[in-house]
């Protein structure tokens, strides 16, 4: 069975400080995506990225930036430089396939990022 | 292009009464998820459909939840003889293909009194 773990429930930091997320999951699928999402005070879900299982390239966009290492099963996320509107709960989450009619999804616990001025 | 809606934003529901909430998906996507979030606590899957079509309800309570997205219209999650613990917030998410990535709509707060 898959199964994403968010190891951290809460981290504080200051603002200005670099933040890492840290993702593990689980799975027996080759074939499979990685997904981070964010959740803020407001409550919508806000996609972030996908990153399919063949693709172990890091990526940078703007102050994140993600670091897949399949050899880990790991998917840590970085927030650079981070600021007060960061503060959220950031899901990790894992797609699998079911069969040819759909994906399994399942999402990680949650950690909920609070960055104080 | 419109995200994926969801109405209504806020639903107050006595024990016993019904509770229906919507799920427009974004256009083009024929794929719909619905999960519930408790309070403090991450996503959980509840249902997979395609137009007129359950794929998985592998999450779905066994009594009183039921699932929908017929051929014209919205998605619609029921719940019938709503209880304190059905409070949560139900998101829909949907996507273009099936195994595309999930855009979520902004989710319906349902409370229980």
């Known amino acids: 069975a898959q199964k994403v773990t968010q190891a951290q429930t809460e981290i504080s930091v200051v603002e200005k400080e670099d933040v890492t997320l840290d993702c593990v999951y689980e799975?027996?699928?080759?074939?499979?995506?990685l997904f981070w999402y964010k959740q803020p005070p407001s409550g919508e879900l806000v996609f972030l990225i996908r990153?399919?299982?063949?693709?172990?390239q890091n990526e940078i966009s703007g102050r994140y930036s993600w670091n897949f290492q399949k050899s880990t099963s790991s998917f840590n996320f970085t927030i650079t430089a981070s600021q007060v509107v960061d503060s959220a709960v950031y899901f990790c989450?894992?797609?699998?396939?079911?069969?040819?009619?759909?994906?399994?999804?399942?999402f990680g616990p949650g950690t909920r990022l609070s960055v104080l001025p | 292009n419109a995200g994926v809606m969801q109405n209504p934003r806020h639903l107050v529901r006595r024990r016993g009464q019904e509770a229906r909430l919507r799920c427009s998906p974004m256009?083009?996507?024929?794929?719909v998820y619905w999960y519930r979030q408790l309070p403090e606590e991450g996503l959980k899957f509840m249902v997979y459909?395609?137009?007129?079509?359950?794929?998985?309800e592998s999450g779905m309570p066994k009594e009183r939840f039921s699932a929908e997205f017929p051929k014209e219209g919205p998605s619609i999650l029921r719940i019938q003889q709503v209880v304190r613990g059905d409070s949560a917030a139900y998101f829909c998410?949907?996507?273009?293909?099936?195994?595309?990535?999930?855009?979520f709509g902004p989710g319906t707060r349902l409370t229980v009194l």
């Open positions: 998410a949907t996507s273009f293909g099936v195994r595309d990535t999930q855009y």
């Open positions: 799975t027996r699928d080759t074939t499979y995506y």
């Open positions: 990153r399919n299982s063949f693709d172990e």
């Open positions: 989450a894992l797609s699998e396939a079911l069969g040819n009619y759909g994906q399994n999804f399942v």
């Open positions: 256009k083009g996507h024929s794929h």
């Open positions: 459909l395609q137009k007129e079509n359950i794929i998985d």
